[in-house]
């Protein structure tokens, strides 16, 4: 493992990161970045948490030239989450200096605003292939001094359908250009992605299948009707932190949450059937250790992003390989050993010998012991969060977030959780124990001088 420092970047840069905690580079940053800032442009195949974020990043702001307000580089990313979070990610890394300007422009929120920041002039945007076509096409995003392009998991991109939107994009962006393009897997559609508008690329690979080292699988044989006591069970007797219960149908979701909550577990759902309001809100929860276990459809969960998940479930085996591949990328991530565990039906063993054949592996489904004792102990989560109604649009701060809480007879810093801010919300993690305390400070305290209302979200 390299040290970022062997890289040609300028001092502030290096040293911004070192304040992030990134000492080292990661297996795709130290054969990505290279050829990055020599200009090439990049095939990359890289697994999801391997670190492709920084990979461009570093690139892209390299290049930047922070004193021309044009847009100069374009991040396309699969979801609104994902966009989301690749958006604060730049923004951290961009820190080394002052007024690099980055705009995530996504469906789901009005157009009118994003046109106008846009008009606003930023340096990099990141957003969805629907949204960025739409704004090309309307001549409010202008792609005249773009340098490069980065097509963040372009699998994902293709399975969701966005080949049209991510053809019209390229015809507005000028040839003389970068292009990088990270995916998880190489499907043939995507060796075609490459070839039409890749130039010449530089071709990484790094550990294109997880290693099962470090995602300890097992697959469970159960019936139907039995699979929630085996849940019960398995969490149980491994307690997990965090645990990402994954089922192939909302209503199947829904059902599983429920009957996970009438044993007494705390647990959210996330399915498409939420609102985007809904869903941001349960992925602010369970990433800030307010609730340990999540249940969740493969497109809802695709916008989470949490390192570390302790383990996931597929309480419905899925129908495809790649899916389940997907899915263990969750846990076992930064080095750290996960654990995916699998319910088979009597009906679905083909399916798990496809997974043994795509993944080299030869697993075998074992009986679990439905007579275990069942005991949900220590499974409540650490953390509640309280929310007020203000945001980033009324200038509030997580720093101002933290005073509220701590001032005078307040509670301490150290039962303060992490703080999300969108635009007219903050969500802040806070110890259960403290719970009402800081409902109080928050209900009754000002904030940059202003009363806002408190909310309990559990
Ligand atoms: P990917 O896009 O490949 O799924 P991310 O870019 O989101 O992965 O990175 C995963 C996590 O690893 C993030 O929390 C990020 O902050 C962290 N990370 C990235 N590079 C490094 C590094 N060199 N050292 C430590 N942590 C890193
Ligand atoms: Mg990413």
Redesign the pocket.
């Known amino acids: 493992m390299k040290p ?1 420092s062997i890289l040609p970047l300028n001092k502030d840069m290096l040293d911004n990161l070192k304040s ?7 297996d ?2 130290e054969n990505s970045i290279p050829p990055i800032l020599k200009g090439f442009d990049l095939f990359a195949q ?9 990979a461009f990043g570093i690139g892209l702001l390299h290049t930047l030239d922070v004193k021309k307000y044009r847009i100069q580089a374009l991040v396309l990313c699969p979801t609104r989450e994902l966009a989301e ?1 690749v958006t604060a ?1 730049l923004r951290r890394i961009a820190r080394f200096q002052h007024n690099i300007k980055i705009l995530k422009i996504t469906g789901g929120m009005p157009l009118n605003r994003q046109e106008h920041s846009l008009k606003h002039k930023a340096h990099i945007v990141v957003g969805t292939p629907g949204r960025i076509a739409k704004v090309l096409s309307r001549g409010t995003l202008v792609l005249s001094d773009l340098k490069s392009i980065v097509l ?1 998991e372009a699998d994902r991109m293709l399975d969701m359908g966005f080949i049209d939107q991510i053809n019209e994009i390229f015809e507005y962006a000028p040839l003389k250009r970068q292009t990088l393009c990270f995916s998880a897997t190489f499907s043939n559609d995507i060796k075609k992605l490459g070839r039409s508008f890749l130039n010449h690329p530089v071709e990484v690979t790094v550990e294109s299948q997880h290693s099962s080292e470090i995602i300890i699988q097992h697959f469970y044989a159960v019936n139907a009707q039995m699979k929630i006591k085996a849940l019960l069970i398995l969490l149980s007797e491994h307690k997990p932190e965090s645990a990402l219960i994954f089922c192939n149908t909302k209503d199947a979701c829904r059902r599983v949450s429920s009957d996970l909550k009438k044993s007494e577990l705390h647990c959210l759902e996330l399915h498409g059937d939420l609102e985007q309001k809904e869903r941001a809100e349960v992925l602010v929860r369970f990433s800030n250790g307010s609730s340990k276990i999540l249940v969740a459809t493969d497109v809802a969960a695709r916008g989470l ?1 949490i ?1 570390s998940l302790e383990m996931i479930v597929n309480y419905d085996l899925p129908f495809e390989t790649e899916t389940y591949i997907h899915r263990i990328g969750r846990t076992g ?2 080095g750290k050993e996960g654990l995916a565990l699998s319910f088979v039906k009597p009906n679905e063993e083909f399916r798990l010998n496809e997974i043994n054949e795509f993944t080299n592996n030869s697993f075998h489904s074992k009986d679990i012991n439905l007579a275990a004792k069942i005991e949900i102990t220590n499974m409540e989560p650490s953390f509640i969060t309280l929310s007020i109604n203000g945001g980033r649009k009324n200038k509030i701060s997580p720093g101002d977030v933290l005073g509220a809480l701590t001032v005078k007879g307040g509670i301490s810093g150290k039962d303060v959780g992490r703080i999300d801010r969108q635009d007219n919300l903050t969500f802040v993690a806070v110890k259960r124990d403290v719970s009402e305390r800081a409902f109080s400070l928050l209900e009754n305290g000002k904030i940059k001088g202003r009363k806002f209302k408190a909310m309990i979200n559990d």
Do not use: H, P, V, W
């Open positions: 970022f992030l905690n990134y000492e080292t580079m990661t795709i940053q890289a697994k999801t948490g391997s670190g492709k974020t920084a979070q990610e963040d992003d390192e991530r930064a």
